[in-house]
């Protein structure tokens, strides 16, 4: 079982909506990420936060935009999003002091767009 | 810059019988070695990792990978394949192995064991 969670598992949206998936952990992780993810493709890196900071923006469209309320949660706030915008959308976690980059993943949002 | 290459997007293997799925790396500096294992419609899962030390590493479900540093090769092997272990498989590359956003994936691997 995952110690990430990830809410909701499945979501479908019109291209005018706005929803948010949510992410949470209880393991002291100081750093959580958001990834997404097509159909047997790797997962590819959105946003990184650091101690609550924004500490990497791989060059998201504004359409996504993050937030990390506290140390164990991270939200994604979605906005006017594209049919191609359908996707496995991952929440990972991880140690920064002494970790090893290891990922801690959840379960992910499987997003539709139509 | 790093990479990761999985040459095989496609592994198929009978049930009993050894299984490998291949990982090979570019990366400056010692590079920390991860394999995840995706079942369908779920997240990624950990399996094993290599950081320093023997060569061998042993992780969940069975499974242990082995580390080369002369080949770059850090390859995935189980030595009696089971059905349930089918599902896609990604090695990973860290070149400081501090910071995620340095984690690099593969293109993945689908395993298939035929009862």
């Known amino acids: 079982d995952t110690e990430v969670t990830q809410t909701p598992k499945h979501l479908v949206m019109g291209m005018t909506n706005k929803k948010s998936l949510k992410c949470e952990q209880h393991m002291g992780h100081r750093a959580m990420y958001w990834y997404k993810q097509k159909a047997k493709k790797p997962p590819e890196l959105m946003f990184v936060?650091?101690?609550?900071?924004?500490?990497i923006n791989e060059s998201v469209p504004s359409r996504f935009s993050p937030e990390c309320p506290n140390s164990s949660l991270l939200n994604l706030h979605l906005h006017a999003l594209q049919p191609e915008d359908s996707a496995l959308y991952l929440c990972?976690?991880?140690?920064?002091?002494?970790?090893?980059?290891?990922?801690?993943f959840g379960e992910g949002s499987r997003l539709t767009v139509l | 810059a790093q990479s990761v290459a999985q040459p095989e997007d496609q592994v198929n293997v009978a049930e009993g019988n050894p299984l490998t799925v291949k990982c090979t790396y570019s990366?400056?500096?010692?590079?920390?070695l991860f394999w995840y294992v995706q079942y369908p419609n779920r997240g990624l899962q950990f399996l094993l990792k290599y950081i320093t030390g023997d060569n061998l590493v042993k992780g969940s479900y069975g499974f242990e990978a082995e580390f080369n540093k002369s080949q770059t090769s850090f390859h995935l092997k189980k030595p009696s394949a089971l059905v349930s272990d089918s599902a896609l498989y990604f090695c990973a590359v860290s070149a400081l192995g501090g910071s995620a956003r340095q984690l690099t994936f593969g293109s993945g691997t689908q395993l298939t064991v035929l009862p």
């Open positions: 990972a976690s991880s140690p920064l002091a002494g970790g090893s980059g290891e990922l801690f």
């Open positions: 936060y650091s101690y609550e900071k924004l500490s």
């Open positions: 990366v400056s500096g010692n590079p920390y």
